[in-house]
């Protein structure tokens, strides 16, 4: 969660620093929030795992490798939306 934190205030300052529309501001916000939200659900999911399953099963570590997966690939989609919003503008 750090991590998006930090990702988060870099991608605002280039943003401020860019220029950004406001239509690429709404993009950018909005994958900014629906990457901490979605991390704030894959913790959830992993604390509501360890409760349910206090010891090591299969299942578990399925369900949380399934979550962490999900964040994963929003992150992923996140940094090529950043790529085509900030690239054009830098050159």
């Not at 959830?44 to 409760?51: G, S, T």
């Not at 997966?69 to 690239?87: C, H, K, Q, Y």
Request: charged share 15%.
């Amino acid at each position: 969660m750090r991590l998006h934190l930090l990702a988060a205030l870099v991608v605002l300052a280039a943003g401020v620093w860019t220029g950004l529309s406001k239509s690429e501001w709404l993009i950018v916000l909005l994958v900014i929030g629906g990457m901490l939200a979605l991390e704030m659900m894959n913790s959830a999911i992993e604390r509501v795992v360890d409760l349910a399953s206090p010891d090591i099963h299969p299942l578990a570590k399925e369900a949380k490798d399934i979550a962490a997966g999900a964040v994963l690939v929003f992150a992923a989609a996140s940094a090529i939306i950043g790529l085509l919003i900030f690239i054009p503008k830098w050159f």
